[in-house]
């Protein structure tokens, strides 16, 4: 039975030894601890021997109180104060933690051993492989190995190097499935597959996911660990109102990860000169980013991921209302996609410093987008192929892209980004976006694709734009430097502007029998 008590009230029944204790708590007095956990709505740091001033080490207590509320099931109070870390905080377990006094954890340099200052992860086992290929769309799989009930997670995974996508060895194939039913080594997923997976390659893991939430949590963190938070094998976790400031690769990172949510975080990393990211999606799908404000020096979103087993892409990822920021000076993009991904994109938000289509499928829709100090707003890259599509929009340009031979958006006008790698027809949606700029010249080109080496169709619509512009010299640049020039359709339609004599299309000879359509 749990007693009803506030928040207030487990902090100031706390033993007083062991909150005006110097850190360490004996295996007595731990106990007791566990016991009153038992019937305690939460616990709090100081229980375990924290002392919370901030000059006190409280890496240990704080271990503890995090094992405890794993064991305990019991959710973990961080209560008020500051608590210095100089080592990583692991839980391997699903885990609860709220912040209800604004309590701060101060992680200081130290012997982070793991990948962050809090690292939460699951763990995933191999169950065996296909019984036989499967193909998109289909609810059945056969495995060769038992060990699914209902309701579990799992995920099919393609060792095969570049199994996804040429443009790098670690893209690789594979998704998330839950088990609606099972008959025998047959499982019924509770919704259709994604792709498609040979027999001989893909391999069958069974996901053992961590669950819960962090609230309100508050990381300072002065060097040393890779990532601020980093969650790892996660299913329906939440993360809120997260506020975290850091010098290093990640503030806070989900890996292999199905259907988790960050809600209005606050994260400003400056960076270690690396990646440098914000907040970073690894080989998850289905998660989403619900508003705040995020700056990093490179991308302040990054949906990508690493080379480790179970190298899924990111499916649909989707950041929704954000504030997103980087600095300008680094000349990349601030919202990022990652090729290893498909049906991703960003939705009604501000970016200062542009955005990467990349991947299969990506989209950016009803938001207000400043350039990069390059002068793109939309830079892409790692075409693998599908729809691309860039709607609703309000472009601002401070300079002019064509300085550097690329598009207001540029789909590769000097980076390789549609390769012999785009193995599937590609389509560009610009439909209905305002372009805003006083600093384009005759050489601007609105819309810029260059054919590296695909065989596949390259299709554009480009329609229903406001481009109140001072200049450009065509809305489409059209160009091949390998590959093949096919196409099913390029449409050039409805678009707004005071000026005149300027080309729909500008096809290289190429593609010239396409500059007469419309």
């Known amino acids: 039975m749990r007693l009803n008590l506030s928040r207030r009230d487990v902090l100031s029944r706390a033993p007083l030894g062991l909150v005006a204790g110097a850190g360490l708590v004996g295996v007595n007095a731990l106990a007791q601890v566990l016991s009153q956990a038992a019937t305690h709505d939460t616990i709090n740091p100081y229980q375990f021997g924290a002392v919370g001033n901030g000059l ?27 608590y210095r870390v100089t080592g990583s905080i692991i839980g391997n377990g699903n885990i609860r933690v709220i912040n209800s006094g604004g309590a701060i954890i101060e992680a200081a340099k130290g012997n982070y051993t793991s990948l962050g200052v809090l690292v939460f992860a699951g763990h995933a086992s191999l169950v065996g492989r296909l019984a036989a290929s499967t193909r998109k769309g289909s609810t059945q799989l056969g495995i060769s190995g038992a060990g699914f009930v209902k309701g579990d997670l799992g995920v099919i995974y393609d060792p095969t190097d570049s199994s996804f996508s040429g443009f790098r060895r670690y893209y690789r194939a594979g998704e998330y499935f839950e088990v609606g039913a099972i008959s025998g080594r047959t499982l019924s997923l509770s919704r259709p597959l994604n792709g498609s997976y040979g027999k001989a390659a893909a391999q069958v893991h069974k996901i053992h996911p961590i669950r819960g939430y962090l609230r309100d949590i508050i990381v300072r963190a002065h060097g040393g660990p890779e990532s601020v938070i980093a969650i790892d094998y996660a299913s329906g976790f939440e993360v809120s109102n997260p506020r975290l400031t850091c010098a290093n690769n990640s503030g806070l990172v989900f890996r292999r990860s199905f259907r988790c949510t960050v809600v209005n975080p606050a994260i400003e990393n400056a960076g270690s000169g690396g990646d440098d990211y914000g907040l970073s999606w690894s080989n998850s799908q289905h998660c989403r980013v619900q508003g705040g404000t995020i700056y990093s020096r490179r991308h302040a979103v990054a949906v990508g991921g690493a080379d480790e087993v179970n190298c899924v892409p990111c499916r649909d990822i989707v950041v929704e209302g954000s504030t ?195």
């Open 56 to 82: 006190a080490d409280d890496t240990a207590a704080l271990q503890r109180a995090i094992s405890t509320a794993i064991a305990q099931d019991i959710i973990l109070d961080l209560a008020r104060g500051t």
């Open 324 to 518: 997103l920021r980087n600095d300008a000076s680094t000349r990349v993009h601030c919202a990022d996609i990652h090729g290893n991904s498909e049906e991703c994109g960003y939705t009604r938000c501000v970016i200062f410093g542009g955005f990467s289509p990349q991947g299969r499928s990506s989209f950016l829709r009803d938001s207000t987008v400043h350039s990069m100090s390059t002068g793109s707003t939309v830079y892409a890259a790692e075409i693998l192929g599908g729809v691309h599509a860039i709607e609703g929009n309000t472009f601002y340009f401070s300079t002019d892209p064509s300085r550097v031979t690329r598009g207001a958006i540029d789909f590769g006008g000097n980076s390789d980004a549609i390769t012999a790698n785009t193995v599937e027809n590609l389509t560009i949606v610009v439909r209905n976006n305002t372009f805003k700029s006083s600093s384009f010249s005759g050489n601007t080109m609105l819309l810029y694709a260059r054919n590296a080496g695909t065989p596949n169709e390259i299709n554009i619509r480009f329609t229903d734009n406001d481009l109140q512009v001072n200049d450009y010299s065509s809305a489409i640049r059209l160009r091949r430097d390998g590959g093949q020039a096919k196409t099913r359709f390029l449409v050039v339609a409805d678009n707004t502007t005071s000026l005149r004599g300027r080309r729909l299309v500008y096809p290289d000879s190429d593609y010239a029998v396409l500059g007469q359509m419309q």
